[in-house]
């Protein structure tokens, strides 16, 4: 049985991860051994994967869905740090509020709460 899945992103500027994951989206550091830095909460989550011909309204596949319960204030802090918003905040019709945004890394992540 799948316990979890975790995502593996590639770079060679573990701290540019920081200020997007930790500092504005408020993960912990759960691991840190200098080549590899995990980000995470202790919140229990079911174990899901997607796979998608688009991202919805024909939008571009996200790398990353990431749901949370204060959209309005990332999105805000996503736009004073500098962040590319490629996706303005929406009310989806599947009954989902959500806004794209490039990480540091160049990834496009969705970041999202259900209404």
């Not at 590639?10 to 540019?16: F, G, I, K, M, V």
């Amino acid at each position: 049985m799948v316990k979890r899945i975790v995502a593996n992103i590639q770079t060679d500027h573990l701290a540019d991860a920081d200020c997007f994951y930790k500092d504005i989206l408020g993960l912990e550091i759960l691991m840190d051994h200098g080549w590899i830095k995990t980000f995470g909460n202790h919140e229990e989550a079911q174990v899901q994967v997607s796979f998608a011909t688009q991202g919805g309204n024909d939008t571009e596949v996200p790398l990353l869905s990431i749901e949370a319960d204060n959209l309005d204030e990332l999105y805000g802090k996503m736009k004073q740090a500098g962040f590319e918003i490629t996706y303005g905040i929406t009310d989806e019709e599947w009954g989902v509020r959500r806004f794209f945004v490039k990480d540091p890394f160049g990834n496009l992540i969705n970041i999202l709460s259900h209404q």
